[in-house]
Nanobody, 115 residues
Framework: QVQLVESGGGLVQAGGSLRLSCAAS????????MGWYRQAPGKQRELVAR???????FYTDSVKGRFTISRDIAKNTVSLQMNSLKPEDTAVYYC?????????WGQGTQVTVSS
């Protein structure tokens, strides 16, 4: 089991940057995968980025080159640096973790990008 606490998010103008962080309640090396989903109003939740315990990363096409997922092992934290934000990035962002086949979620944080 793992608890996830998110921070970051907020309101930013198009072209700006935000950083989301997700603190896990256990050593992140014991977590198979951590990452971020997002859900915009009226849309399905979509995977944005993820990182495995081995350090492999994945990004959905729409954020490649703009978003970077990273981890701080000492703090058991995974972060998502979001640059060159666009209005279409507006959504609630959810941190998630996969531990022994079970999925856990953070509480979600709102990201709003104004044009």
């Amino acid at each position: 089991q793992v608890q996830l606490v998110e921070s970051g998010g907020g309101l930013v103008q198009a072209g700006g940057s935000l950083r989301l962080s997700c603190a896990a309640s256990r050593n992140i090396f014991s977590i198979n995968t951590m990452g971020w989903y997002r859900q915009a109003p009226g849309k399905q939740r979509e995977l944005v980025a993820r990182m495995t315990s081995g350090g492999s990363t994945f990004y959905t096409d729409s954020v490649k080159g703009r978003f970077t997922i990273s981890r701080d092992i000492a703090k058991n934290t995974v972060s998502l640096q979001m640059n060159s934000l666009k209005p279409e990035d507006t959504a609630v962002y959810y941190c998630y973790a996969v531990v022994m086949g079970s999925m856990y979620w953070g509480q979600g944080t709102q990201v709003t990008v104004s044009s």
